[in-house]
């Protein structure tokens, strides 16, 4: 996430909330009058968000006071402090929804990330999230996944070339996508890593043939298909499993060999943290 894409975010953000004015607070709150807030937390989990808040708190007002006491990636408790604001208090009230929706979705990402990952302790397959995000704001989506201690799977359609079922049926066949995506790339002069999906190990045989990919998924593959699909590939590429994998089936997909497992669930499936900014 750049800080011009942080920018930007945070723009539109404050153009959607605030339009023409907090009227609520301009009605009632002197021009001048200063105030100090805090951050408690109210729910346990994992902290994610405090720079991205703090740097909504910043852009409206660059001479907010901030005091720290909590970083990203903290495991958190009921009644922890992240952080107290000591500024206008306009500027405090015109912040406050916005700086919880961010930090309350964060944490639940990060939490709900980091539940995943601590399944896996000991092995070396990695957690990725998937492109299952809310528009507009997957940069903060996709870093909570980060502070949680997963990894991301690619930002966009941009950055990755990732073969579905969709894309090789239309194309007409794995062997035509793959020889397309090649021409495509060498007219572009473009190098992008190529990802694969298969549906069974019959596609996977045809994967294997062709070649010329970085990485194979195996989709919706129950944990013994996985097995001997992880066998028959016997390292020439990278692996990933996708598809329904829950908290309870993660470890045994894990334990098959592949180096991924991508989870949507991260992202669209996930409860908000209970956080609350708070007068002092």
Do not use: W
């Not at 901030?66 to 970083?71: D, V």
């Not at 996709?142 to 201690?149: E, L, M, P, T, Y």
Request: a negative charge; one cysteine or more.
């Amino acid at each position: 996430m750049t800080n011009e894409q942080l920018t930007t975010f945070i723009e539109n953000a404050f153009a959607e909330d605030i339009g023409d004015g907090d009227h609520s607070s301009l009605a009632c709150i002197p021009e001048n009058a200063s105030g100090k807030v805090q951050l408690i937390v109210k729910e346990e989990g994992v902290l994610a968000g405090m720079d991205v808040a703090l740097a909504i708190f910043q852009h409206l007002d660059p001479e907010v006071k901030i005091e720290r006491f909590l970083k990203d990636g903290m495991v958190i408790k009921p009644g922890d402090i992240a952080f107290t604001v000591e500024g206008k208090t306009r500027t405090i009230l015109m912040t406050e929804r916005l700086i919880l929706n961010v930090m309350q979705r964060m944490s639940g990402i990060a939490t709900r990330t980091r539940a995943y990952v601590d399944k896996l302790e000991g092995l070396k397959t990695k957690v990725l999230d998937t492109r299952k995000t809310t528009p507009c704001n997957r940069m903060l989506e996709k870093a909570a996944v980060k502070i949680g201690g997963g990894e991301n799977h690619r930002m966009g359609l941009y950055d990755m070339i990732m073969l579905k079922d969709n894309h090789i049926d239309f194309a007409g066949g794995i062997e035509k996508s793959i020889k397309s995506v090649h021409q495509y790339l060498a007219k572009l002069g473009k190098d992008l890593k190529i990802e694969i999906e298969v549906r069974n190990l019959d596609e996977l045989k045809e994967v294997l043939r062709v070649g010329g990919i970085n990485r194979i998924m195996l989709d919706n593959f129950d944990i013994e298909t996985s097995k001997k699909a992880v066998s028959m590939i016997n390292g020439a590429y990278e692996t990933e499993s996708s598809g329904n994998i829950t908290l309870e089936t993660i470890r045994s997909y894990a334990e098959t060999g592949v180096n991924y497992i991508s989870v949507g669930a991260l992202t669209h499936h996930i409860k908000s943290l209970d956080l609350s900014l708070k007068a002092v």
